[in-house]
């Protein structure tokens, strides 16, 4: 069953990576942001189901699943680097494709961290609104590890970094408010998130 919605998951967002009408003419700064916002909104949404398949597919005693589960996780990840090293003239650093690996593994590890952590407890005095610091935070540090001119510069106006921003805000609110519970399901970030 886990592995069959990991795979299902994995489809589609190799879908969503493929509609060549949702990134056409897409800078590599929208790009970083719907990738990094998206994952983001993921996290946050699907916490309560993603925490225990993140923790299944790394304890699962058949070998065969979790190198399975594996497979299907980086297969995502390289088609995420080729979309990215489309801009490949924008990047400034010697190993375009590794600093989009590298960029994009601090991203995930981040996430992964710091939805393992239940509590909450752990990094809330660093970040006592993670969702809204890490919106702001992680896309530049990866636009500025790739070396791209101009790394704090706000992305380009695009219409899934407007209702990923919005998703944002919502959650945003709503945690000040008491109400966010981290659950199975709940709001869902848009569909065109591609992460």
Same mark, same amino acid.
């Given at each position: 069953?886990?592995?069959?919605?990991? %795979?299902?998951?994995?489809?589609? +967002?190799?879908?969503?990576?493929?509609?060549? /009408?949702?990134?056409?003419? %897409?800078?590599?700064?929208? =790009?970083?942001?719907?990738?990094?916002?998206? %994952?983001?909104?993921?996290?946050?949404?699907?916490?309560?189901?993603?925490?225990?398949?993140?923790?299944?597919?790394?304890?699962?005693?058949?070998?065969?699943?979790?190198?399975?589960?594996?497979?299907?996780?980086?297969?995502?990840?390289?088609?995420?680097?080729?979309?990215?090293? /489309?801009?490949?003239?924008?990047?400034?650093?010697?190993?375009?494709?590794?600093?989009? %690996?590298?960029?994009?593994?601090?991203?995930?590890?981040?996430?992964?961290?710091?939805?393992?952590?239940?509590? =909450?407890?752990?990094?809330?005095?660093?970040?006592?609104?993670?969702?809204?610091?890490?919106?702001?935070?992680?896309?530049?540090?990866?636009?500025?590890?790739?070396?791209?001119?101009?790394?704090?510069?706000?992305? /380009?106006?695009?219409?899934?970094?407007?209702?990923?921003?919005?998703?944002?805000?919502?959650?945003? +609110?709503?945690? +000040?408010?008491?109400?966010?519970?981290?659950?199975?399901?709940?709001? +869902?970030?848009?569909? /065109?998130?591609?992460?």
């Amino acid at each position: 069953m886990a592995l069959r919605y990991h %795979t299902r998951v994995a489809e589609k +967002s190799r879908e969503n990576l493929g509609r060549t /009408e949702l990134w056409e003419g %897409t800078s590599l700064r929208q =790009k970083a942001y719907i990738a990094i916002l998206s %994952t983001i909104a993921a996290h946050k949404a699907h916490a309560g189901l993603l925490r225990p398949l993140y923790q299944l597919c790394q304890r699962h005693p058949d070998l065969a699943f979790r190198r399975r589960a594996f497979q299907l996780e980086i297969a995502n990840f390289r088609q995420v680097v080729q979309l990215f090293l /489309e801009h490949r003239d924008e990047i400034h650093h010697p190993d375009p494709e590794l600093a989009i %690996t590298f960029g994009l593994l601090l991203v995930a590890f981040t996430m992964r961290e710091h939805l393992m952590d239940t509590s =909450k407890q752990r990094w809330s005095d660093v970040f006592p609104n993670a969702v809204a610091q890490f919106g702001r935070e992680l896309p530049r540090m990866f636009l500025r590890y790739l070396g791209v001119k101009d790394p704090d510069a706000p992305p /380009e106006p695009h219409p899934v970094i407007q209702r990923l921003e919005e998703f944002r805000a919502k959650a945003d +609110s709503e945690k +000040s408010a008491g109400k966010m519970k981290i659950q199975r399901g709940g709001d +869902s970030p848009p569909a /065109e998130s591609g992460n």
